[in-house]
């Protein structure tokens, strides 16, 4: 079973506008991590926070974490039609174990 | 190579048949998972290896999953007697292995069962 479920499950905004998405999962971590994936395509890695950050930003990328909430954001600022893909989260149980992946959410960014 | 390889993109199979789907890993990476995506859904955990042993097989569906690791690079997911519902796309994914290393994963192998 998905231990990340995220939401929205679609999202359409225009070029330049704020993305926001977000993902809740059921057990303890030791890191969340965020993939985007084009149409067709493999994933490709994004960002990485650990249970003991709260914050963290990447470009125009800011994901935060609340790990009494289990839950976590990914923030995407000044969006580009080259954004559109869908987004995973993923998390670990502990270092080097396997990632569970969410169910993605499906933005789109018009141009 | 630059990133990670798998073989073939597309395989189109009768039910019944068995099929082999070929990772190639970026090379020194030693950690190797597979996972299996379904249409609108995020990535299955399959199964992942460290270095030539099966680290963890419990995504693994059934005992008509099978993967191999023979020399720590290369590996193979192999599918004996496939159903319709084994229809989706294959992804691989290695990492160095090394603490929190992200997985680089590669294009997937489209499988379809008729």
């Known amino acids: 079973s998905q231990q990340g479920e995220e939401d929205p499950q679609a999202l359409s905004i225009q070029e330049g506008e704020n993305a926001t998405m977000n993902c809740s999962y059921k057990t303890s971590i030791n890191n969340l991590q965020w993939y985007r994936q084009n149409s067709g395509r493999g994933l490709v890695h994004l960002i990485l926070i650990r249970s003991n950050e709260r914050e963290k930003h990447s470009g125009r990328l800011r994901v935060t974490l609340d790990t009494s909430k289990k839950s976590s954001s990914l923030l995407i600022t000044a969006s580009r039609a080259a954004d559109t893909a869908s987004y995973f989260c993923a998390t670990d149980a502990s270092s080097g174990s396997r990632l569970t992946f969410g169910e993605g959410t499906q933005l789109t960014v018009n141009p | 190579g630059a990133g990670v390889s798998q073989t073939p993109s597309n395989k189109v199979t009768e039910k019944g048949k068995y099929v082999e789907l070929r990772c190639d890993p970026i090379s020194g990476h030693t950690a190797l998972y597979w996972y299996r995506q379904s249409l609108g859904q995020g990535p299955e955990f399959l199964i992942y290896f460290q270095g030539t042993g099966a680290a963890d097989d419990s995504g693994l569906p059934n005992d008509r999953f099978f993967a191999v690791r023979p020399e720590g690079s290369v590996s193979t997911l192999k599918i004996q007697r496939t159903e319709r519902g084994d229809s989706a796309v294959y992804l691989c994914?290695?990492?160095?292995?090394?603490?929190?290393?992200?997985?680089?994963f590669g294009n997937g192998t489209r499988l379809t069962v008729t």
């Open positions: 994914a290695s990492s160095s292995g090394q603490g929190d290393s992200p997985l680089h």
